[in-house]
Protein backbone atom coordinates (compact mmCIF):
# COMPACT_ATOMS: atom_id res chain seq x y z
CA UNK A 1 0.00 0.00 0.00
CA UNK A 2 2.47 2.73 0.46
CA UNK A 3 4.53 1.88 -2.33
CA UNK A 4 1.59 2.53 -4.31
CA UNK A 5 1.05 5.34 -2.64
CA UNK A 6 4.29 6.73 -3.10
CA UNK A 7 4.11 5.97 -6.64
CA UNK A 8 0.85 7.55 -6.87
CA UNK A 9 2.70 10.84 -4.96
CA UNK A 10 4.98 10.98 -7.66
CA UNK A 11 2.94 10.80 -10.94
CA UNK A 12 0.82 13.55 -9.73
CA UNK A 13 4.20 15.58 -8.89
CA UNK A 14 5.58 14.84 -12.16
CA UNK A 15 1.38 16.03 -13.63
CA UNK A 16 2.02 19.21 -12.04
CA UNK A 17 5.74 19.85 -13.00
CA UNK A 18 4.41 18.59 -16.87
CA UNK A 19 1.46 20.85 -16.06
CA UNK A 20 3.83 24.01 -15.56
CA UNK A 21 5.75 23.00 -17.98
CA UNK A 22 5.50 27.14 -19.49
CA UNK A 23 6.44 28.55 -16.21
CA UNK A 24 9.76 26.44 -15.81
CA UNK A 25 10.54 26.93 -19.79
CA UNK A 26 10.35 30.84 -19.22
CA UNK A 27 12.19 30.80 -15.73
CA UNK A 28 14.90 28.28 -17.40
CA UNK A 29 15.32 30.97 -20.56
CA UNK A 30 15.39 33.95 -18.85
CA UNK A 31 18.05 32.54 -16.12
CA UNK A 32 19.80 31.36 -19.04
CA UNK A 33 19.99 34.57 -20.83
CA UNK A 34 21.30 36.76 -17.58
CA UNK A 35 24.01 34.10 -17.37
CA UNK A 36 24.92 34.59 -21.22
CA UNK A 37 24.87 38.46 -20.49
CA UNK A 38 26.88 38.24 -17.09
CA UNK A 39 29.25 35.76 -18.75
CA UNK A 40 29.72 38.30 -21.71
CA UNK A 41 30.45 41.39 -19.18
CA UNK A 42 33.00 39.68 -17.69
CA UNK A 43 36.85 40.28 -19.23
CA UNK A 44 38.91 37.71 -19.83
CA UNK A 45 41.88 36.38 -18.15
CA UNK A 46 44.96 34.79 -19.15
CA UNK A 47 47.56 32.62 -17.30
CA UNK A 48 51.11 32.83 -17.74
CA UNK A 49 53.54 30.24 -15.94
CA UNK A 50 57.01 29.61 -15.17
CA UNK A 51 59.11 26.52 -14.18
CA UNK A 52 62.07 26.94 -11.94
CA UNK A 53 64.97 24.37 -9.89
CA UNK A 54 66.58 25.28 -7.17
CA UNK A 55 70.18 26.18 -7.51
CA UNK A 56 72.36 23.95 -5.19
CA UNK A 57 74.99 26.87 -2.89
CA UNK A 58 78.72 26.21 -4.07
CA UNK A 59 81.70 26.87 -1.59
CA UNK A 60 79.94 26.06 1.50
CA UNK A 61 80.77 22.88 2.97
CA UNK A 62 84.11 22.35 4.42
CA UNK A 63 84.15 20.22 7.27
CA UNK A 64 87.40 19.84 7.99
CA UNK A 65 87.30 23.71 9.10
CA UNK A 66 83.94 22.48 11.18
CA UNK A 67 86.12 20.58 13.59
CA UNK A 68 88.66 23.17 14.03
CA UNK A 69 86.71 26.43 13.82
CA UNK A 70 83.13 25.14 14.23
CA UNK A 71 82.16 27.90 17.07
CA UNK A 72 83.66 30.97 15.65
CA UNK A 73 82.68 29.93 12.08
CA UNK A 74 79.06 30.13 14.11
CA UNK A 75 79.91 32.85 15.37
CA UNK A 76 80.92 34.69 12.11
CA UNK A 77 77.73 33.55 10.78
CA UNK A 78 79.90 31.75 8.01
CA UNK A 79 77.92 28.54 7.03
CA UNK A 80 79.88 25.07 7.30
CA UNK A 81 77.24 22.73 6.08
CA UNK A 82 74.95 21.87 3.14
CA UNK A 83 71.68 24.43 4.12
CA UNK A 84 70.37 24.44 0.54
CA UNK A 85 67.00 23.17 1.32
CA UNK A 86 66.71 25.81 4.15
CA UNK A 87 67.52 28.48 1.99
CA UNK A 88 65.15 27.39 -1.14
CA UNK A 89 62.65 26.82 1.89
CA UNK A 90 62.24 30.66 2.87
CA UNK A 91 62.66 31.51 -0.63
CA UNK A 92 59.76 30.20 -1.35
CA UNK A 93 58.10 31.94 1.21
CA UNK A 94 60.13 35.37 0.78
CA UNK A 95 58.06 35.36 -2.56
CA UNK A 96 54.55 35.40 -0.94
CA UNK A 97 55.13 37.58 1.72
CA UNK A 98 54.49 41.40 1.96
CA UNK A 99 58.05 42.43 2.62
CA UNK A 100 58.84 40.76 -0.89
CA UNK A 101 55.49 42.08 -2.45
CA UNK A 102 56.28 46.05 -1.30
CA UNK A 103 59.55 45.79 -2.76
CA UNK A 104 58.16 44.93 -6.34
CA UNK A 105 55.10 46.93 -5.47
CA UNK A 106 57.23 50.27 -4.86
CA UNK A 107 60.15 49.53 -7.19
CA UNK A 108 58.25 48.53 -10.19
CA UNK A 109 54.73 50.26 -9.71
CA UNK A 110 52.49 47.27 -10.09
CA UNK A 111 49.50 48.68 -8.20
CA UNK A 112 47.82 50.33 -10.38
CA UNK A 113 47.22 47.71 -13.35
CA UNK A 114 46.76 45.23 -9.92
CA UNK A 115 43.98 47.00 -8.35
CA UNK A 116 42.44 49.21 -10.95
CA UNK A 117 42.56 47.01 -14.17
CA UNK A 118 38.99 45.85 -15.74
CA UNK A 119 40.15 44.85 -18.94
CA UNK A 120 42.74 44.75 -21.83
CA UNK A 121 42.76 46.82 -25.33
CA UNK A 122 44.27 43.69 -27.56
CA UNK A 123 45.39 46.11 -30.58
CA UNK A 124 46.69 49.23 -28.32
CA UNK A 125 48.31 46.56 -26.00
CA UNK A 126 47.15 48.33 -23.19
CA UNK A 127 45.30 47.80 -19.93
CA UNK A 128 42.13 49.27 -19.41
CA UNK A 129 41.18 50.80 -16.25
CA UNK A 130 37.89 50.93 -14.06
CA UNK A 131 37.53 54.96 -14.07
CA UNK A 132 35.40 54.35 -10.61
CA UNK A 133 38.74 53.27 -9.16
CA UNK A 134 41.62 55.05 -11.00
CA UNK A 135 41.38 58.01 -13.94
CA UNK A 136 44.25 57.00 -15.99
CA UNK A 137 44.17 60.83 -17.53
CA UNK A 138 44.64 63.13 -14.41
CA UNK A 139 47.14 59.95 -12.57
CA UNK A 140 44.61 59.85 -9.56
CA UNK A 141 42.90 57.45 -7.28
CA UNK A 142 38.91 58.27 -7.75
CA UNK A 143 37.43 55.37 -5.62
CA UNK A 144 34.95 56.24 -2.82
CA UNK A 145 37.22 56.17 0.64
CA UNK A 146 35.51 53.13 2.45
CA UNK A 147 37.78 53.69 6.07
CA UNK A 148 40.19 51.92 6.80
CA UNK A 149 40.67 51.88 3.03
CA UNK A 150 41.22 55.20 1.63
CA UNK A 151 40.98 56.21 -2.23
CA UNK A 152 44.57 54.77 -2.88
CA UNK A 153 45.08 51.35 -2.44
CA UNK A 154 47.71 50.56 0.51
CA UNK A 155 50.62 48.14 -0.19
CA UNK A 156 48.75 45.65 2.46
CA UNK A 157 45.31 45.74 0.23
CA UNK A 158 47.03 45.34 -2.52
CA UNK A 159 49.16 42.38 -1.11
CA UNK A 160 45.97 40.84 -0.36
CA UNK A 161 44.94 41.15 -4.32
CA UNK A 162 48.24 40.12 -5.17
CA UNK A 163 48.07 36.79 -3.41
CA UNK A 164 44.78 35.60 -4.95
CA UNK A 165 46.15 35.86 -8.38
CA UNK A 166 49.58 34.30 -7.93
CA UNK A 167 50.13 31.09 -7.17
CA UNK A 168 53.62 29.00 -5.56
CA UNK A 169 53.04 25.30 -6.04
CA UNK A 170 56.20 23.11 -5.25
CA UNK A 171 56.86 19.39 -6.64
CA UNK A 172 57.71 17.83 -3.42
CA UNK A 173 58.96 15.00 -5.73
CA UNK A 174 61.21 16.72 -8.18
CA UNK A 175 61.92 19.97 -6.51
CA UNK A 176 60.52 21.65 -9.07
CA UNK A 177 58.70 25.06 -8.28
CA UNK A 178 55.61 26.21 -10.75
CA UNK A 179 54.75 30.17 -10.74
CA UNK A 180 51.37 31.11 -11.89
CA UNK A 181 50.36 35.00 -12.57
CA UNK A 182 46.66 35.68 -13.95
CA UNK A 183 45.88 39.23 -15.03
CA UNK A 184 43.21 41.25 -17.96
CA UNK A 185 46.64 41.47 -19.90
CA UNK A 186 48.88 38.52 -21.15
CA UNK A 187 51.72 40.55 -21.12
CA UNK A 188 51.53 41.63 -17.81
CA UNK A 189 51.05 38.67 -15.95
CA UNK A 190 54.15 37.54 -18.11
CA UNK A 191 56.06 40.71 -16.71
CA UNK A 192 55.49 40.29 -13.33
CA UNK A 193 56.67 36.82 -13.72
CA UNK A 194 60.06 37.99 -15.04
CA UNK A 195 60.24 40.20 -11.85
CA UNK A 196 59.63 38.14 -9.44
CA UNK A 197 61.80 35.33 -10.49
CA UNK A 198 64.61 38.71 -11.06
CA UNK A 199 64.08 39.81 -7.75
CA UNK A 200 63.90 36.46 -5.83
CA UNK A 201 67.14 35.86 -7.21
CA UNK A 202 68.54 39.32 -6.68
CA UNK A 203 67.62 39.32 -2.69
CA UNK A 204 69.27 36.23 -2.09
CA UNK A 205 72.44 37.33 -3.48
CA UNK A 206 72.62 40.66 -1.63
CA UNK A 207 71.61 39.46 1.31
CA UNK A 208 74.15 36.38 1.26
CA UNK A 209 76.70 38.67 -0.16
CA UNK A 210 75.92 41.29 3.12
CA UNK A 211 76.35 38.38 4.91
CA UNK A 212 79.59 37.04 3.81
CA UNK A 213 81.15 40.85 4.07
CA UNK A 214 79.90 41.23 7.75
CA UNK A 215 81.91 37.48 8.42
CA UNK A 216 85.08 38.68 6.62
CA UNK A 217 84.37 41.59 8.86
CA UNK A 218 84.30 39.48 11.88
CA UNK A 219 87.19 37.00 10.94
CA UNK A 220 89.89 39.82 9.89
CA UNK A 221 89.44 41.30 13.31
CA UNK A 222 90.02 37.74 15.19
CA UNK A 223 92.69 37.00 13.16
CA UNK A 224 94.50 39.84 14.27
CA UNK A 225 94.32 39.09 18.29
CA UNK A 226 94.50 35.40 17.89
CA UNK A 227 98.26 33.74 18.52
CA UNK A 228 98.08 30.44 17.40
CA UNK A 229 98.81 29.15 13.70
CA UNK A 230 96.91 26.99 12.97
CA UNK A 231 94.42 29.23 14.41
CA UNK A 232 95.10 31.63 11.89
CA UNK A 233 95.16 29.41 8.73
CA UNK A 234 91.42 28.04 9.63
CA UNK A 235 90.79 31.85 9.82
CA UNK A 236 91.92 32.64 6.30
CA UNK A 237 90.65 29.90 4.43
CA UNK A 238 87.04 31.09 6.14
CA UNK A 239 87.99 34.54 4.94
CA UNK A 240 88.42 32.79 1.74
CA UNK A 241 85.70 30.80 1.24
CA UNK A 242 83.50 33.78 1.87
CA UNK A 243 85.08 35.90 -0.53
CA UNK A 244 84.97 33.11 -3.02
CA UNK A 245 81.26 33.48 -1.80
CA UNK A 246 80.94 36.86 -2.73
CA UNK A 247 82.68 36.82 -6.17
CA UNK A 248 79.93 34.06 -7.20
CA UNK A 249 77.14 36.02 -6.36
CA UNK A 250 78.55 38.88 -8.12
CA UNK A 251 78.84 36.57 -11.60
CA UNK A 252 75.49 34.41 -10.93
CA UNK A 253 71.95 35.75 -11.82
CA UNK A 254 70.20 33.02 -11.24
CA UNK A 255 71.70 32.68 -7.77
CA UNK A 256 68.62 30.84 -6.13
CA UNK A 257 66.06 29.47 -8.39
CA UNK A 258 67.51 28.34 -12.21
CA UNK A 259 64.88 29.22 -14.94
CA UNK A 260 63.52 25.88 -16.34
CA UNK A 261 60.65 26.98 -18.60
CA UNK A 262 60.39 30.97 -18.14
CA UNK A 263 57.37 32.71 -18.57
CA UNK A 264 55.38 33.49 -21.51
CA UNK A 265 52.85 35.18 -23.32
CA UNK A 266 49.35 33.20 -23.27
CA UNK A 267 47.48 33.24 -26.03
CA UNK A 268 44.73 31.23 -24.61
CA UNK A 269 42.20 32.78 -22.32
CA UNK A 270 42.26 30.83 -18.58
CA UNK A 271 39.02 32.38 -18.19
CA UNK A 272 36.08 33.24 -17.54
CA UNK A 273 34.55 29.54 -18.71
CA UNK A 274 31.29 31.43 -20.58
CA UNK A 275 29.92 27.66 -21.61
CA UNK A 276 30.18 26.75 -18.14
CA UNK A 277 28.58 29.66 -16.62
CA UNK A 278 25.44 29.81 -19.66
CA UNK A 279 25.04 25.84 -18.33
CA UNK A 280 25.11 26.74 -14.93
CA UNK A 281 22.32 29.50 -15.29
CA UNK A 282 20.03 26.62 -17.05
CA UNK A 283 20.31 24.29 -14.01
CA UNK A 284 19.35 27.37 -11.69
CA UNK A 285 17.12 28.61 -14.28
CA UNK A 286 15.28 24.68 -14.60
CA UNK A 287 16.03 24.08 -10.60
CA UNK A 288 13.81 27.23 -9.81
CA UNK A 289 11.09 26.68 -12.25
CA UNK A 290 10.56 23.20 -10.77
CA UNK A 291 10.45 24.72 -7.53
CA UNK A 292 8.72 27.40 -7.97
CA UNK A 293 5.95 24.95 -9.81
CA UNK A 294 5.54 22.57 -6.79
CA UNK A 295 5.34 25.57 -4.28
CA UNK A 296 2.60 27.20 -6.25
CA UNK A 297 0.64 23.95 -6.60
CA UNK A 298 0.66 23.11 -2.87
CA UNK A 299 -0.10 26.63 -1.97
CA UNK A 300 -3.19 26.60 -4.07
CA UNK A 301 -3.72 23.14 -2.26
CA UNK A 302 -3.37 24.27 1.42
CA UNK A 303 -5.32 27.59 0.23
CA UNK A 304 -8.60 25.37 -0.63
CA UNK A 305 -8.41 23.13 2.46
CA UNK A 306 -8.62 26.34 4.95
Do not use: C
Request: aromatic share 8%; hydrophobic share 40%; glycine share 6%.
Amino acid sequence: MENNKEEVNLIELLKVIWDGKYIISSITLAASVIAIIYSLSLSDIYRSQASLAPVGMEGENSSGLASQLGGLAGLAGVSIGDNTGSKITIGLEVMQSRRFFNLIATKHDIVKPLMASKDWDRVNNKVVYDEDIYDPKLNKWVREPSPPKGSEPSLQEAHLKFSSIFAVIPDKKTGIINLSIEHHSPYIAKQWLDLIIFEINNLSRLDDMKQAEKSIDYLKDEIKVTNLNEIKEGISELIQSQVEKIMLAKVTPEYLFKIIDPPYVAEIKQGPSRVLIGILGFLLGFILGVLSVIIRHFTSINKSQT
